[in-house]
C-alpha cells in the first residue's frame, strides 16, 4: 500500500518568477506572516557561521 | 499562495552533504523569493511607518522604475534581487526600523539603498534613471559594483542618461566614472566559476570580522591565483561540490587576516552567495573553505523553507570545531559543514602529493568521527522536526558508512589524538558535576567507603555558558603534527633546553608531544597537585594515559569532569588525593555495579 505524503511545514512564499508590479495582489496577511517568521528566526541568528582553519 | 519546497530525492541528497547544480538552483530561486519578500516589506513598512521619509526618498519611483526594469530586463533584475548585499541589507534594515520609531537621517541612509540596488539594475540594463542616494563618509555604494567618491554629505542624487553617470550637487551636474566591479573569473575542466570581490559593499560588513574594504592590485592578484588554484582541485576532485559553489556563490568578501594565520572564514544566513574568508595560505585551504562555507549556504536556505528545528532554544552541549557549548542550532549547522568536510577530505586525500598525504588521511579521520558523534548529539536532543530527524538521520547514515572506509594507522592516531585533546580540554571548563553528588563522594573518601556505581556514572552535570577563546598552542601543535610534520619538527626542535622556542608550553606539553607519554603524566599529575583549578593538566593527563593499562586510566578518560571535581573537593577539605588514585577508586565502584 502507499504510504501517505508525509506533512511538511514549507514557509517560504514562491515569488521567485514574480512580476514585482503584483506583489500587492498577493494576499499581504500571508506575506506579513512569512516576514515575521523570517526575521524572527533571523534575529535569533545574527551571530555568523564561523569556521577557522587552525595553523600555527 | 504557493510556497517553496524541495523533492524528497533533492533534500535526501543534501542531507548527505551533496546536491549538485539543479538543486542548488532551487535554493538560488528559494533565496530570490526571500529577498523579494523583505524587499517589498522595506518599502510597505517604510511608507506605513515613516511616510516622510517615504516620500522624501522617492522610495515609490524607484520601486516603480525596478518594476519597469523586470520587464525590460528580466534576468538581470534576478540576479541583483538574489545578490547577498541586497538580502544583507533588507534584513538589516527591517531589523534596524523594528527597533526606532522615529525618522533620521541615518534611518534614511538606510532606507535609500534600495535605490542604490535599483541604480545598480539600471547600470547593467543601460537604462536611464534619476535616483537620491545616500552618500556615507564621502562614498556612494553601489553594491557589487564599486563606489564613487563624492564631498557632498546626505543625499545626492545619480543620474544615469545616455550612458553617463552623473551627480546632481549644489555645484552643479558633475560627470563621475562607471564603477567596475571586481571579479575573479576561471574555468577548469569545462566548468566555470565567476565571482565579485567586494570589501566595501556595507550591508555586507556583517561577518564581525574586519574586512579588507580596498583591495590593491597585488593583493587582488593573489586572491585571483589563490580562487584560481582552488578551482582547479574542485572543478576535477570534487565536482558536486563545484557545480554547486558556481550556482550559488556569487560574492567573495575578504577579510583582514587574524595575525595568527590562522583561515578566519564565516557565512551569514542574511547573505546567501556570500563567503568572506581571510586569504588561506594556499589553494587546498581555501578549496577546503570554499566546500565548508557551501555547506552553511545550503543549510541556511534548507532552513528558510523547511523548519529542521523547533523554536526553543535548546541545551548547549559539545561541538568539536568550538571551543565553546553550542546551542542545537548551532550544532546542526556545525555537523553539516563538517559533513561536507568529511566528504572532501575522503576523496582529497588521496590526491594529495606524497609529504601531504598524513593531513588528508588525519583530516578525513578526524572530521568522519566529530561529525557523526555531532550527528548523534543532534538526534539526542530532542530539538528536531521530524523533517530536521529524517534530515540529520541521513546525514548519520553517510557519516556512519565512511567510518568503515580504512584508514593508515598513524593518520588514525594522530587525528583522533588531536580531536580527543579538543574534547577533553571542553569537558574539564565547561562541565560542571552537581554539588551533591561530588559531597556524597568526598564523604565515601574520607570514610574509607567504596562508592556506588551510580555516585560513580550517574552524577548529573550541567554545561557552563562560557564565551569563546582562541586556539590554545597544544591544540595547534596536536593539529600541526598532521597538517606540516616538518613544521611541528621544527618547532618542537627549538623548544630542546637552549632552543629558542616560545611557543607557551609546559615541561608536561612538550613530553606530550614529543611522545613521551609517561614523562608527560608524570609532568601534568605535578601540575594539577600544585594548582587548584588545571584544565589544561587534567585534558593533558586523560590523553597521557593508557586507555587499555588499567581500570584507573580508562575511567579518567571517560570521566575528568567528575575526577577533576572530587579532586577540587579533596583539596578544599585539606586532603590531597593522586589524580589517578582517585580515578581508580571511582573505577572500582563503577565496576563493582557493573559484576554485580
Redesign the interface.
Known amino acids: 500500500m502507499e504510504q501517505p505524503e ?1 506533512v ?14 503584483q ?1 500587492d495582489d ?2 499581504s496577511l ?3 506572516a ?2 515575521c517568521l ?2 524572527r ?3 535569533d ?12 | ?5 524541495l523533492p524528497r530525492a533533492d533534500l535526501l541528497r543534501l542531507a548527505g552533504g551533496t546536491g549538485g547544480s539543479a538543486t542548488l538552483r532551487r535554493l538560488c ?2 533565496e ?3 529577498h ?3 524587499l ?2 522595506v518599502i510597505a513598512d517604510a511608507e506605513l511607518r515613516f511616510p516622510e521619509a517615504h516620500a522624501a526618498l522617492e522610495l515609490a519611483d524607484a ?1 516603480r522604475l ?2 519597469h526594469l ?2 525590460r530586463a528580466p534576468s538581470i ?2 540576479e541583483v534581487l538574489q545578490m547577498p548585499q541586497l538580502g544583507a541589507w533588507a ?1 538589516g534594515c ?2 534596524r526600523m ?1 527597533r526606532t520609531d522615529s525618522d533620521s537621517p541615518e534611518l534614511r541612509a538606510d532606507l535609500t539603498q534600495l535605490c542604490s540596488f535599483v541604480a545598480v539594475v539600471g547600470l547593467r540594463a543601460g537604462v536611464d534613471f534619476d535616483l537620491l542616494i545616500a552618500s556615507v563618509a564621502g562614498r556612494l555604494t553601489l553594491p557589487g559594483l564599486g563606489s564613487l567618491s563624492t564631498s557632498v554629505r546626505g543625499l545626492v542624487r545619480l543620474l544615469h542618461s545616455g550612458g553617463r553617470l552623473e551627480l546632481m550637487t549644489a555645484a552643479g551636474v558633475v560627470p563621475v566614472p562607471v564603477p567596475r566591479p571586481v571579479t575573479v573569473a576561471t574555468e577548469h575542466a569545462g566548468l566555470s566559476f565567476e565571482v565579485g570581490i567586494d570589501g566595501s559593499t556595507p550591508s555586507l560588513d ?4 574586519p574586512r579588507l574594504e580596498a583591495v590593491g592590485r597585488s593583493e587582488l592578484r593573489q586572491w585571483c591565483d589563490r580562487i584560481t588554484g582552488a578551482w582547479r582541485i574542485l572543478a576535477v576532485h570534487h565536482r558536486s561540490d563545484a557545480e554547486a559553489i558556481s550556482v550559488s556563490v556569487r560574492t567573495v568578501v575578504p577579510l583582514k587576516p587574524d595575525g ?11 547573505a546567501f552567495g556570500a563567503i ?1 574568508t581571510t586569504l ?2 594556499d589553494d587546498l ?1 581555501l578549496a ?2 570554499f566546500v ?2 557551501l555547506q ?1 549556504l545550503k543549510l ?1 536556505s534548507v ?5 529542521l528545528l523547533d523554536a526553543m532554544p535548546g541545551a548547549l552541549s559539545y561541538a568539536p ?1 568550538r571551543d565553546d557549548p553550542r546551542p542545537p ?2 550544532l546542526l ?1 556545525g555537523a553539516y ?1 563538517y559533513l561536507g568536510v568529511t566528504r572532501f577530505w575522503r576523496t582529497q586525500r588521496w590526491h594529495m602529493p606524497p609529504d601531504q598525504a598524513l593531513r588528508g588521511h588525519a583530516e578525513f579521520v578526524r572530521r568522519r568521527t566529530e561529525a557523526l558523534a555531532a550527528t548523534e548529539d543532534l538526534l539526542a536532543s530532542g530539538r528536531l ?3 530536521g530527524e529524517r534530515f540529520v538521520r541521513e546525514s548519520g547514515r553517510c557519516l556512519r558508512a565512511w567510518q568503515r572506509d580504512p584508514v593508515p594507522e598513524e593518520a588514525r592516531r594522530l587525528g583522533l589524538s588531536a580531536s580527543f585533546e579538543h574534547r577533553m580540554m571542553w569537558e574539564a571548563r565547561h562541565v560542571a558535576v552537581s554539588p551533591e553528588a561530588v559531597h556524597k563522594l568526598v564523604v565515601h573518601w574520607t570514610e574509607g567507603r567504596r562508592p556506588t556505581p551510580q555516585d560513580c556514572s550517574d552524577a548529573p552535570y550541567q554545561v557552563r555558558p562560557a564565551e569563546r577563546n582562541g ?1 590554545r ?1 597544544r ?3 596536536l ?2 603534527r598532521y ?2 610534520p616538518v ?1 611541528f619538527r621544527e ?1 618542537m626542535d627549538a623548544e630542546r633546553p637552549g632552543g629558542d622556542g616560545d611557543l607557551d608550553l609546559g615541561v608536561a606539553d612538550v613530553a606530550l608531544l614529543r611522545g613521551d607519554l609517561s614523562a608527560a603524566a608524570a609532568g601534568y599529575r605535578e601540575e594539577i597537585r600544585r594548582r587548584s583549578v588545571a584544565p589544561e593538566a587534567w585534558a593533558g593527563l586523560a590523553l597521557a594515559v593508557d586507555s587499555g593499562s588499567g581500570p584507573a586510566e580508562g575511567f579518567l578518560r571517560r570521566h575528568v569532569p567528575l575526577v577533576s571535581a572530587l579532586h577540587a573537593a579533596i583539596r578544599g577539605i585539606g586532603e590531597a588525593a593522586d589524580p589517578l588514585e582517585l580515578a581508580g577508586w571511582l573505577a572500582g565502584g563503577a565496576s563493582e555495579g557493573r559484576t554485580r
Open positions: 508525509e511538511q511545514r514549507w514557509i517560504l512564499p514562491n515569488l521567485a518568477d514574480l512580476q514585482l508590479s506583489i498577493l494576499p500571508g506575506l506579513r512569512s516576514v523570517l526575521l528566526r533571523l534575529e541568528e545574527q551571530e555568523p557561521l564561523y569556521s577557522f582553519n587552525s595553523n600555527i | 499562495m504557493a510556497m517553496h519546497g530561486e528559494a530570490r523569493s526571500k523579494i519578500l523583505l517589498h516589506t520601486w525596478l518594476t523586470q520587464r533584475v534576478a534584513v527591517l531589523l523594528g556583517c561577518f564581525r570580522h595568527f594565520g590562522s583561515t578566519v572564514a564565516a557565512t551569514s544566513p542574511s568572506a588561506p595560505s585551504a577546503e573553505t565548508h562555507e552553511h541556511c532552513l528558510d523553507i523547511l523548519p570545531w542550532r548551532a549547522h559543514a522536526t521530524p523533517e586556539p598552542p591544540e595547534r601543535l593539529t600541526l597538517v606540516d613544521r618547532l
